[in-house]
């Protein structure tokens, strides 16, 4: 046991930060900022610079802080040696511990202290967390729950995965040292080492909220041996089996085995990866996880597909001539698909009339390239939503497909069963869409085609529908006068995280009515949003249509064209909007905005990558009001709707002019 810290005056006890750097010069600053506007004060900075041969010590220099310690302890490259020299220097009650490139929530140490005073059992204190690349993006949080806290004994329950063991997010009480020691310095990956000491020998608090942001980006050093990390959590699950149950530690084993199976794929080690899954089948023979995995291994290599490839590959056409015949690879989903189109119809007429432009793509998504005259052909792939179903289809059709004797095939899916075909047809040009890139989907979708070589790409909405069908015959029938005009609201976000307040809709639409009084408004869909239909019908009365499970995607696509204003939340028919030159305004709450933003001089977005919770992607809010939405009223929303309707104004102006 040890002696309880008395933390009932909660800034009477110093916490001692140790932070490691090296070579972090660019972003050491923001760290040190983070920790400077933490609520609790009392605190000392310990950086330890590894070594550094950038101008880290000149950033710190120009920082005035008295709290701040700078220690050149030259190049060792041992993590937890130099972890070690930090603790050394330490005068602190608490030791917290923060990487020179992470991020801190400003109340991080006041209610790590305040869980400890309340747990005096608990020797140390982790919280949540998420990974980001770009601020307030998060990409994954370190836990599901994301409020309240867990007290007792972590030791098991980390071997199950429950607990995430990050030393940034640690907070100890010093004395604990002299009974576990320091960081184990012969340990390359010394820090779950470490956590695993104190978790055998004390109870821990677990905060679950997120309060470390942890960086990631290419240089991070838990990147640069990750072997060794597997094969050192490998001989930690074995050297514990004694204080484990026996079905934890052959669970974790089989978990470890699978991740480190699944990472030598990512790294491109087929044949290791293999071994790995086999180890993970020898522990548990019954089950048939292993068995999909190498299977999937095995596919993977037969048709030569990276799932984790970043950036745009290509092998751009070297003919005299252009290609006689392309195609086009996009699968899933409607609004995926449709954000192809622009891009694909600029490239349409850059080639010349006898090169064919083809189309392949589920059956489910396939309707709206079906009726407009953009393809020469569009090929769709049945089996619905499982993949081994999806491929059985793809084989039949993969003869047909290598009969058409493609020249050049753009994927702009780049997933396994895209490459499976783009292999079997062996063109002598292709692209692959870089499904990795912080990039709007449609500037991924231009800078794939570009790479190509066939001339520069671009937007081109002119797009001529096939068929009879007539919207305003729709429209007429379910309430159009006949002489308005039409304003689209899509209320259609999947989660309430995604979801414009109804009433704000109503406040939109009395706004519009002041300035264009001869407009009705328009909500299109299907079941999904009938209950909001119908309530937007009761407070608007006549000046509201509702068609709602009447349409097909191609005739709502057509209807759309027809639109002089869309108001829409993150659907596949925000997608239709833009791709069309419809002036555009996307509510995207808490959907990531870099992958799925509208493009084009008429569209705009308000989302949420300004907050400090970022593009969440959560269903509901954390906060309970989903603010990245609700602090734009009406007013705000008409304001920026007003300006976007005034560029198109212009434009078709000018042209007229011209």
């Given at each position: 046991?040890?002696?309880?810290?008395?933390?009932?005056?909660?800034?009477?006890?110093k916490?001692?930060?140790?932070?490691?750097?090296?070579?972090?010069a660019?972003?050491?600053?923001?760290?040190?900022?983070?920790?400077?506007?933490?609520?609790?004060?009392?605190?000392?900075?310990?950086?330890?610079?590894?070594?550094?041969?950038?101008?880290?010590?000149?950033?710190?220099?120009?920082?005035?802080?008295?709290?701040?310690?700078?220690?050149?302890?030259?190049?060792?490259?041992?993590?937890?040696?130099?972890?070690?020299?930090?603790?050394?220097?330490?005068?602190?009650?608490?030791?917290?511990?923060?990487?020179?490139?992470?991020?801190?929530q400003?109340?991080?140490?006041?209610?790590?202290?305040?869980a400890?005073?309340?747990?005096?059992?608990?020797?140390?204190?982790?919280?949540?967390?998420?990974?980001?690349?770009?601020?307030?993006?998060?990409?994954?949080?370190?836990?599901?729950?994301?409020?309240?806290?867990?007290?007792?004994?972590?030791?098991?329950?980390?071997?199950?995965?429950?607990?995430?063991?990050?030393?940034?997010?640690?907070?100890?009480?010093?004395?604990?040292?002299?009974?576990?020691?320091?960081?184990?310095?012969t340990?390359?990956?010394?820090?779950i080492?470490?956590?695993?000491?104190?978790?055998?020998?004390?109870?821990?608090?677990?905060?679950?909220?997120?309060?470390?942001?942890?960086r990631?980006?290419?240089?991070?050093?838990s990147?640069?041996n990750?072997?060794?990390?597997?094969?050192?959590?490998?001989?930690?699950?074995?050297?514990?089996?004694?204080?484990?149950?026996?079905d934890v530690?052959?669970?974790?084993?089989?978990?470890?085995?699978?991740?480190?199976?699944?990472?030598?794929?990512?790294?491109?080690?087929?044949?290791?990866?293999?071994?790995?899954?086999?180890?993970?089948?020898?522990?548990?023979p019954?089950?048939?996880?292993?068995?999909?995995?190498?299977a999937?291994?095995?596919?993977?290599w037969?048709?030569?597909?990276?799932?984790?490839?970043?950036?745009?590959?290509?092998?751009?056409?070297?003919?005299?001539?252009?290609?006689?015949?392309?195609l086009?690879?996009?699968?899933?989903?409607?609004?995926?698909?449709?954000?192809?189109?622009?891009?694909?119809?600029?490239?349409?007429?850059?080639?010349?009339?006898?090169?064919?432009?083809?189309?392949?793509?589920?059956?489910?998504?396939?309707?709206?390239?079906?009726?407009?005259?953009?393809?020469?052909?569009?090929?769709?792939?049945?089996?619905g939503?499982?993949?081994?179903?999806?491929?059985?289809?793809?084989?039949?059709?993969?003869?047909?497909?290598?009969?058409?004797?493609?020249?050049?095939?753009?994927?702009?899916?780049?997933?396994?069963?895209s490459?499976?075909?783009?292999?079997?047809?062996?063109?002598?040009?292709?692209?692959?869409?870089?499904?990795?890139?912080?990039?709007?989907?449609?500037?991924?979708?231009?800078?794939?085609?570009?790479?190509?070589?066939?001339?520069?790409?671009?937007?081109?909405?002119?797009?001529?529908?096939?068929?009879?069908?007539?919207?305003?015959?729709?429209?007429?029938?379910n309430?159009w006068?006949?002489?308005?005009?039409?304003?689209?609201?899509?209320?259609a976000?999947?989660?309430?995280?995604?979801?414009?307040?109804?009433d704000?809709?109503?406040?939109?639409?009395?706004?519009?009515?002041?300035?264009?009084?001869?407009?009705?408004?328009?909500?299109?869909?299907?079941?999904?949003?009938?209950?909001?239909?119908?309530?937007?019908?009761?407070?608007l009365?006549?000046?509201?249509?509702?068609?709602?499970?009447?349409?097909?995607?191609?005739?709502?696509?057509?209807?759309?064209?027809s639109?002089?204003?869309?108001?829409?939340?993150?659907?596949?028919?925000?997608?239709m909007?833009?791709?069309?030159?419809?002036?555009?305004?996307?509510?995207?709450?808490?959907?990531?905005?870099?992958w799925?933003?509208?493009?084009?001089?008429?569209?705009?977005?308000?989302?949420?990558?300004?907050?400090?919770?970022?593009?969440?992607?959560?269903?509901?809010?954390?906060?309970?009001?989903?603010?990245?939405?609700?602090?734009?009223?009406?007013?705000?929303?008409?304001?920026?709707?007003?300006?976007?309707?005034?560029?198109?104004?212009?434009?078709?102006?000018?042209?007229?002019?011209?």
């Amino acid at each position: 046991m040890i002696d309880s810290v008395d933390m009932n005056n909660s800034e009477s006890h110093k916490v001692s930060i140790i932070m490691p750097t090296y070579n972090r010069a660019a972003l050491i600053g923001e760290t040190i900022a983070s920790v400077r506007r933490q609520t609790y004060s009392n605190w000392e900075l310990i950086v330890v610079d590894d070594g550094s041969n950038d101008n880290t010590a000149e950033v710190i220099a120009e920082i005035n802080d008295a709290r701040i310690q700078f220690y050149k302890a030259g190049r060792i490259g041992v993590n937890g040696k130099v972890k070690n020299i930090g603790i050394q220097r330490a005068n602190g009650d608490l030791i917290a511990f923060i990487d020179s490139d992470d991020l801190w929530q400003e109340t991080k140490l006041e209610k790590q202290i305040k869980a400890l005073n309340q747990n005096p059992g608990a020797a140390f204190s982790m919280t949540g967390g998420f990974n980001f690349r770009k601020l307030n993006q998060p990409i994954d949080f370190f836990y599901k729950q994301r409020q309240g806290l867990l007290y007792g004994d972590i030791f098991v329950p980390i071997f199950k995965s429950e607990i995430s063991t990050t030393t940034p997010s640690l907070l100890i009480r010093k004395e604990c040292l002299n009974v576990i020691g320091l960081f184990d310095e012969t340990k390359p990956f010394s820090d779950i080492d470490f956590i695993l000491k104190l978790a055998k020998r004390f109870k821990a608090v677990i905060l679950y909220e997120p309060l470390l942001f942890r960086r990631l980006h290419g240089d991070n050093d838990s990147g640069t041996n990750w072997i060794g990390g597997y094969q050192q959590g490998i001989s930690m699950i074995k050297s514990n089996r004694q204080g484990l149950p026996s079905d934890v530690s052959r669970e974790a084993l089989f978990q470890l085995y699978i991740n480190f199976g699944e990472d030598c794929l990512l790294h491109e080690k087929k044949k290791k990866a293999i071994g790995n899954f086999v180890r993970a089948w020898l522990l548990t023979p019954l089950r048939l996880v292993p068995f999909r995995k190498i299977a999937k291994t095995i596919f993977y290599w037969f048709i030569n597909y990276n799932p984790h490839a970043s950036g745009v590959s290509a092998r751009p056409w070297k003919g005299n001539r252009p290609p006689k015949r392309i195609l086009a690879i996009r699968l899933q989903a409607t609004g995926d698909v449709t954000i192809t189109l622009p891009y694909l119809q600029h490239l349409r007429h850059l080639l010349p009339a006898e090169t064919k432009l083809d189309f392949l793509t589920r059956i489910e998504c396939a309707d709206i390239p079906s009726n407009i005259s953009l393809f020469d052909k569009v090929i769709s792939i049945g089996g619905g939503r499982r993949l081994r179903n999806q491929v059985f289809h793809t084989f039949f059709l993969l003869p047909k497909i290598l009969l058409r004797n493609y020249d050049v095939v753009i994927d702009l899916q780049n997933n396994n069963l895209s490459s499976l075909v783009r292999n079997f047809i062996r063109p002598s040009a292709w692209s692959l869409f870089d499904r990795f890139s912080a990039s709007a989907a449609g500037e991924r979708t231009r800078l794939t085609i570009e790479a190509l070589g066939l001339g520069k790409n671009g937007i081109r909405a002119d797009f001529n529908l096939k068929g009879n069908f007539d919207p305003s015959s729709l429209l007429k029938n379910n309430g159009w006068d006949g002489a308005s005009e039409i304003v689209i609201f899509n209320p259609a976000g999947a989660f309430t995280t995604r979801n414009w307040p109804l009433d704000n809709y109503v406040s939109f639409a009395g706004l519009w009515l002041q300035e264009f009084p001869s407009t009705q408004f328009l909500v299109l869909g299907t079941f999904f949003i009938r209950e909001k239909a119908d309530w937007l019908k009761r407070k608007l009365g006549e000046k509201i249509i509702t068609i709602i499970d009447q349409t097909t995607p191609s005739e709502a696509f057509a209807t759309v064209r027809s639109a002089k204003f869309v108001l829409s939340e993150d659907s596949g028919l925000m997608h239709m909007a833009w791709v069309s030159g419809i002036p555009t305004l996307a509510l995207f709450g808490s959907t990531r905005s870099d992958w799925s933003r509208p493009l084009g001089e008429y569209s705009f977005f308000l989302d949420s990558s300004d907050l400090p919770c970022g593009n969440c992607m959560q269903e509901t809010c954390r906060y309970g009001d989903v603010h990245c939405l609700t602090r734009y009223d009406a007013d705000v929303v008409f304001e920026y709707s007003m300006k976007l309707v005034d560029v198109k104004q212009v434009s078709c102006q000018r042209t007229i002019a011209s």
